[in-house]
């Protein structure tokens, strides 16, 4: 989840462009994770000293830890260590977009610290990440501070984006929320909650972005937007919210029903109570949860 807000952090300090995260996203899975972009995450080079060490491994035919070694900058028992390190998306993330030449390493160095110090995030939470710094991160990306069911739309979201990175895929990077006033949602498919918390919630997408969505979802390869697409969809809304009515039950003793989900050919979200469009922006395309509580 920190490394989906990474991609944030980076599409909203301009350091790379939308074209380029998309790109990079799709491309992190088959990204192998270099000893150089490992060496500056774990603190014992710098970016400097890694382009020094690319430099002579131009010049001569050494492994790239042979020559980190022989620089001076490492040890052979933390070369060894890197080797060991357990890949993390943040890393792929930043080693697809140094390999696709929409970084340097200096670049990803200084972004990926001031991400981390300006969030106080520290590198065990992109691995294991802790239920009250994910909570915070969350709360403080989408400024529900003042919402008087802060803390339902901050643990539905928590608990959305944990499904997501668990039954579509990590490729994703979370967009600005934003409240909605005037849109209009052409065949979106929406589930009602009821109980003492009533919300509408709501997936809206394209076509192309909800056939790949629910491909991912079903596990099957779909080519059409069809009613089975829209079932897909449909069942992972009913899966996530079931999950939430849970934690709700487990957390708070209250009990929250679920309606059946609908199909909504033509939706006026104005319509809706303070409502909130979260996007977010998968390698294939940007899906839209909107939330009415």
């Known amino acids: 989840m920190f490394t989906q807000f990474f991609g944030n952090y980076l599409l909203n300090r301009d350091l790379v462009s939308p074209e380029n995260l998309a790109e990079a996203l799709s491309k992190q899975k088959d990204t192998r994770l270099k000893l150089g972009v490992l060496a500056i995450n774990s603190g014992i080079m710098t970016a400097a000293q890694v382009d ?36 993390s998306g943040h890393l792929l993330l930043g080693q697809a977009l ?27 939470d992109f691995y294991t990440p802790g239920e009250n710094s994910t909570n915070k991160l969350v709360n ?8 008087s069911n802060v803390k339902y739309l901050t ?86 919210n079931g999950l939430f009515a849970v934690n709700v039950s487990n957390e708070k003793g209250e009990e929250l029903q679920l309606q059946p989900q609908s199909l909504y050919r033509t939706l006026n979200l104005s319509d809706l109570a303070n409502a909130y469009i979260i996007p977010m922006c998968f390698s294939f395309g940007t899906v839209n949860f909107i939330i009415s509580m």
Do not use: W
């Not at 060490?53 to 260590?81: F, L, N, P, S």
């Not at 140094?98 to 065990?124: C, H, P, R, W």
């Not at 990306?141 to 919402?147: A, E, G, P, S, V």
């Not at 984006?161 to 052409?186: H, M, Q, W």
């Open 155 to 240: 643990g539905y979201i928590t608990l959305l984006l944990k499904n997501l990175v668990r039954f579509i895929g990590d490729d994703f990077t979370p967009l600005d929320a934003g409240y909605i006033s005037e849109k209009i949602c052409a065949n979106c498919t929406g589930q009602r909650i009821e109980g003492k918390l009533k919300a509408v919630t709501i997936i809206d997408a394209d076509e192309n972005s909800a056939i790949e969505f629910a491909s991912r979802f079903s596990g099957e390869s779909l080519s059409a937007y069809d009613g089975y697409t829209q079932a897909c969809i449909g069942e992972f809304l009913n899966l996530h």
């Open 98 to 124: 140094v390999d696709g030449g929409y970084m340097t390493n200096a670049q990803f160095e200084q972004a990926l610290a001031s991400y981390k110090a300006e969030n106080g995030i520290s590198e065990a």
């Open 140 to 147: 403080q990306f989408y400024k529900f501070r003042n919402d």
């Open 52 to 87: 020094k060490v690319h430099a002579e491994q131009q010049r001569v035919d050494k492994r790239i830890g042979d020559i980190m070694v022989e620089m001076g900058y490492a040890t052979r028992e933390q070369i060894e260590e890197l080797f060991k390190t357990q890949p």
